[in-house]
């Protein structure tokens, strides 16, 4: 197969961070990914105390954040939190990439960040302020801390990004797109360094609120590590989480040039839409399938090189069916465990819940780790697997398997489907 575009720029993966439940680094992430260390837990927040009616009490929130390693307290408060946790992790890929952002060229570099609902916290206190003390106490940063590209603002202000910028919002599919948008920039050459990823903040009481009126959220309120399941028989809805990853992305050439430690490469990536329903996936995983497939082509890959996936898998029982579904119209043998496939498939939100549109920059820990470490994160919580999932799910404890490329799958509603490919760097 040859590549569409393999004569535009490499580019490679110099710098990663992440704040998650799991910890509030990309290492700490990693550990907990692969060790299958469990970050579900009751929500503390003072809303399930405020309010009567909760049948949801459990999320994947970062507990003791401290934004200080990054911010200055006295900018934290214009800042949402979505904003902050993606500072604080565009700080650890930063300094893991070794870059000086002090000198230039800083046209040549960017930034594309992602959120499903952005400063969704800020809406909220907005609104109750409005309402109990009218419009005049309304905070004056309201609109800069609450707008989904804030994030994005703030970290090219912060590193002097002065070249591509911009913001996704495509619902749990939008750190994906921000991703391969930042990817696009150096592949074209139009950009040495990109940072990329995406942020949420999300664990508040309009969005508990308004995911659990739809039933899409697991009530296993007496047993929070237990409560995602992915592909498990008895998944009943997903754990929503909050957390944040972003990456700096850069051309082989100028990562090479410096000497940099590069950790791993975005080899193609592509996106689709299912374009038939506002919230639930395609059945059969059309437009998912679809992702996938332009993926293999744009990176010009087989169905074989691709080791191991790491789904959305959110444990909703629609969700997961579609994206088996997918998987296996794409794969066929190589993925079927009755055909003797090689394809392994976990889930980490099975740990950490889901941080909706900070989902595919927090899982490409994930991808990363089993690149480097030839470890493969576990689907917890797999103890009978529906029986109609004909593929190796990794159930329950870690794999050693040395893979060559891993796929990251991202979808959200509105039927927005990513699907991007990493390899391990060959030099």
């Given amino acids: 197969m040859t590549s569409r575009t393999q004569q535009h720029h490499r580019v490679v993966i110099t710098g990663m961070g992440a704040v998650t439940n799991l910890g509030q680094t ?26 009567d009616g909760w049948s949801v009490k459990i999320a994947g929130q970062v507990k003791d954040f401290d934004f200080s390693v990054a911010i200055d307290p006295r900018d934290a408060r214009k800042l949402d939190r979505s904003t902050q946790l993606g500072m604080v992790a565009a700080e650890e890929a930063v300094k893991q990439s070794g870059l000086d952002f002090n000198t230039g060229p800083f046209e040549r570099r960017g930034v594309v960040v992602g959120s499903g609902v952005g400063g969704i916290i800020t809406i909220e206190e907005g609104f109750i302020v409005l309402t109990q003390k009218g419009p005049g106490r309304i905070n004056p940063f309201t609109v800069p801390r609450l707008m989904v590209n804030a994030t994005s603002g703030n970290v090219s202000i912060r590193y002097n990004l002065q070249g591509p910028a911009s913001a996704h919002a495509t619902a749990c599919a ?8 930042a990817a696009g920039y ?9 940072l990329a990823g995406g942020t949420e903040a999300a664990v508040s009481a309009l969005c508990i609120g308004a995911f659990m009126t739809m039933k899409a959220l697991s009530t296993r309120n007496d047993a929070p590590e237990k409560a995602s399941r992915p592909f498990d028989l008895n998944r009943d809805g997903f754990v929503l989480a909050e957390g944040a990853g972003m990456v700096v992305l850069e051309s082989e050439e100028h990562a090479k040039a410096r000497g940099a430690i590069i950790l791993g490469e975005l080899v193609g990536g592509a996106n689709s839409s299912d374009a038939s329903h506002i919230t639930a996936p395609n059945a059969e995983g059309r437009g998912a399938a679809r992702s996938m497939q332009w993926a293999l082509q744009d990176a010009g890959l087989n169905l074989e090189d691709i080791d191991y996936i790491n789904a959305h898998g959110t444990s909703t029982p629609l ?29 980490t939100k099975s740990i950490h819940g889901h941080c909706l549109g900070a989902s595919g920059a927090v899982e490409t ?39 060559k490329y891993a796929m990251n799958n991202t979808f959200g509603f509105g039927g927005h489907n990513v699907a991007m490919i990493f390899g391990r760097y060959d030099g």
């Fill in 26 to 51: 990309a290492p700490e992430t990693w550990d907990a990914m692969r060790a299958g260390r469990n970050g579900i837990s009751l929500i503390e927040a003072p809303f399930i105390h405020e309010y």
């Fill in 174 to 181: 939008s750190s994906g797109h921000a991703m391969l948008d």
């Fill in 186 to 194: 150096i592949r074209r050459g139009q950009a040495d360094v990109m």
């Fill in 319 to 347: 969700g997961d069916s579609a994206e088996v579904h997918a998987v296996l119209s794409v794969f066929g043998d190589h993925a079927r465990r009755s055909a003797g496939g090689k394809l392994l498939m976990s889930s």
């Fill in 365 to 403: 820990v994930a991808c990363i780790g089993a690149l480097q470490h030839g470890i493969i994160p576990p689907t917890m919580n797999l103890d009978n697997q529906d029986p109609g999932f004909d593929m190796d799910l990794v159930a329950n404890q870690a794999r050693e398997r040395s893979i």
